[in-house]
């Protein structure tokens, strides 16, 4: 009995407890914040002072305390109380269409707990501030309808924004970086601006829904990774250069509501996969080069109301399907196409669209409208910012549209055929995934069932496992110990190096990557001899220099280490990017500058697999590629998954940029220069490809060559391609994925060899073809691909193949930059061994080892005026090299 009333008397003075702590809460949620946080107040005092307005728009801006209740509140602004410190945070401001003039201050980045900014419909101007990347709150940018100019890189950083809507400015520059790198978008509205360059070919938005470029001058091939868009509802491209054909992987979107490719250079047909986007409502293809038939299977689209085909080279017949289901169609300007309207197999080429649809549905932000902006949502101040009204809002299937898309479990209808690793297969499936072509160029995915775990065994093998453990910690023990005694673990000041935690550092690393060597110099293998190479401390490390010695270990970093090395993966730090993976630089500890390398942890099977690859890294050494120091595979706080491998640091910049992107007041690399360049590539590729097992570069261009102080060169990001095959299990599915993207990116940058439209592996010849490309580069100055040139040089192996032959025409393609410090003769030796290099049979290009004793050679023929090796270093150190983006 009394331990009843006890426990009743317990739960009473629970009860009573939450009432209070409740009663509390409540009063002070009623309780005015005392006031606004002085940061906020100062920046938006800035702000007023850098707007103008005929009108008046900020005239309630006025005293200390913008987030005050009643009249004295400041129009625009809505606020987030933090109850403990009775302090009021700016995390709204609405001043759209308030005809405001001025600037936006460089002050804005004060602005720490901003969520929401809306400036849109103003008459705005200059341009965005870097210092906006410090908003680290911001979800919401809605700048449409002004007068901004610049590049929009002050946005790089900004963690989790959400809403990007840009449309109708003069911003300009490339996208690349800013797709990359805001990764959490999902509303992106840029249209109606100059922004020029290719998409990188994998995005990776999972979250996006809107992706509106349309009305600027991007050029290249349509991104392929949108595909990992699963939400993606509008899709509006239209009105740039794009060429190429329509990705059919972009079949899996099934939540695509409105497709916008009009007005491009597309050609090739129109995927019969595309009609697997069973919530699309809208597709124009018009002004476009597409070609073939229409295939029937669109008719049958559920929610299909618009098909606009026009000007286009489409042939064939329409099937009566398309008017008894009251599509809108429009196919004028397609000579050979027409609409079968009494389903006789006949047709009247006058039959340009559809008599019997309903007119043009009332579906949202056509292409030919100015883009609307998202709606401008307020984060944590509901209630006290200005009221919203939602602004270009997708209709259709919405949300439900994103959940029939499937997520990241769900596995995609529709793969281009052999290509298995488009298929995403559910946490069930993880066996081999296949692709069943259905003889149209796409296919079916097919994932098969996770192999069954092994059965248990009997006991004695449990214990067999056990004894091997405990033998095993025996032999580590001793081996520790011994390792002490003899001092190979602690400090070797003799050697020259030091170790310091897990990180080796290396005193004068400098030294170590300027280190000359003699051209003649060379071994049997057509690199540097070994024993002229510097000695590391250990005798095992020496003995890895050499092809098929023993491997060395990585250094296992922690992700710890490398935040802190990289100022927490800062923005500032960006080297460079590609179409998945940044490069940062960082300090370690020790204070050796080093790179470390973002890879895609859905290109490795697991984090183990990974840092196993990886090892390959280990045992190799050479001075002309850039040194893998270590890799880490850890999750943060949030559990995502990070793959980084780290490399030294060189620190001046990739050979593109010196050749193609030269900051103002810098020289351009003179010939002996680049002589000495392509002389240092060759002995690196020479070296892989002389290894036991053979090495591949696998990507190479000009992108990945990158030069020290003395303009030595170092090959980066070799073998990455084999790292993702050897981290996926190593089947013939993971390297014919690997292969497809090695071949992807090639194609892209121009360097792809002819046989890899065929071949079912990669051989060094295919570095050779890209040896002979980045020659062509070196001695014209042109890019492998350029769009802004004639039809006819746009592709530099076409323009120059019929040039190579003739004297006369190699010299008027020579770099204008260079005239008057060329050696002819090297001149015309080098253009041969391009021109042997890019042939289009394999095996009549010569070996690398052969194509450096033949730089080798060219190297000592004299110039026609004096020059010399330059040893001006551009970049003063590791700390502006970030920004050789």
Known sequence: MMEHRRSSKRKCEWMLFAATVLSAFTLAQCIPMNRTFTTDVLTLNQLKSSFQSSVGALSSWKGSHPCAAGPAKWRGIGCLNDLKKRIAYVAKIDLRGLGLQGTIPRAIGNFKNLRSLDLSNNSLSGKLPL???????????????????????????????????????????????????????????????????????????????????????????????????????????????????????????????????????????????????????????????????????????????????????????????YVDHGILFRINGNRHLCVDLDSNGRCDPDNQSNPNAPGKPNLPSTPTEPAQPPPSQGQGGEGQGEGNTPRGEVGGAGEAGGEAGGGAGAAAAVCAAGQAESCECADGQTGEKKCLDDGTGYGECVCAAAAPPPSGGSSSWKWLIALLVLVLIALLAVAGYWAVKSGFIGKSKGAGWEYVGRVKAFPDMKAYRSHAYDPDDLDGYGVPAFDSLPKHPSDGAAAAAKPGAAKLTLTRFSLEELQLATNNFN?????????????????????????????????????????????????????????????????????????????????????????????????????????????????????????????????????????????????????LPTLAANSSGGSAAARTSALTHSVNMAVAAGTAAPELAWASEMTPRVDVYAFGVLLLQLITGRRPVDNTRPPNEQSLVHWAKSRLSQRSLVEAMVDEKLHGSISTAALYQVAMLASQCIHSDPEARPTMAQAVEMLAKVQNLPLDSASSRQTVAYHKGPATYNKNV
């Open 131 to 321: 210092e906006m990347a410090k908003m680290m709150s911001l979800k919401t940018l809605i700048l449409d309808n002004n007068q901004f100019t610049g590049n929009v890189r002050g946005l790089i950083g900004i963690p989790n924004l959400k809403i990007l809507s840009l449309a109708n400015n003069q911003l300009f520059g490339r996208l690349r970086d800013v797709l990359l790198d805001l990764v959490m978008l999902e509303h992106v509205v840029l249209s109606r601006n100059n922004f020029k360059g290719a998409l990188p070919r994998t995005i990776h938005l999972r979250n996006l829904k809107v992706f509106d470029l349309s009305h600027n001058q991007l050029f290249g091939n349509l991104p392929f990774g949108l595909r990992r868009s699963k939400q993606l509802q509008k899709l509006d491209l239209s009105f740039n250069n794009f060429t190429g054909v329509i990705p059919p992987i972009w079949g899996s979107l099934k939540s695509l509501q409105q497709l916008f490719l009009n007005d491009n250079l597309l050609n090739g047909s129109l995927p019969k996969a595309l009609a697997d986007c069973s919530s699309l409502v809208t597709l124009e293809l018009q002004n476009n080069r597409l070609s073939g038939p229409v295939p029937p299977r669109f008719a049958n689209l559920p929610k299909l109301k618009e098909l606009f085909l026009m000007n286009n080279n489409f042939s064939g017949m329409m099937g009566k399907a």
């Open 571 to 719: 923005v500032e730090n960006v080297i460079s990017t590609d179409g998945v993976c940044r490069t940062l630089s960082g300090v370690l500890p020790s204070g050796l500058y080093v790179a470390v390398k973002e890879m895609d942890p859905l290109a490795h099977e697991s984090p183990d697999a990974f840092v196993a690859a990886a090892e390959m890294f280990s045992g190799v050494r050479c001075p002309q590629l850039v040194e893998v120091l270590g890799v880490c595979a850890d999750r943060n706080s949030g559990g995502r998954r990070h793959h980084l491998l780290v490399y030294e640091l060189v620190p001046n910049g990739s050979l593109d940029m010196h050749l193609h992107d030269l900051e103002p007041g810098t020289l351009p690399l003179d010939w002996t220069t680049r002589m000495c360049i392509c002389l240092d590539v060759g002995k690196g590729l020479a070296y892989l490809h002389s290894l036991h097992p053979q090495l591949m570069h696998e990507g190479l261009q000009a992108t990945c060559v990158v030069l020290d102080d003395h303009f030595h060169a170092k090959l980066a990001d070799y073998c």
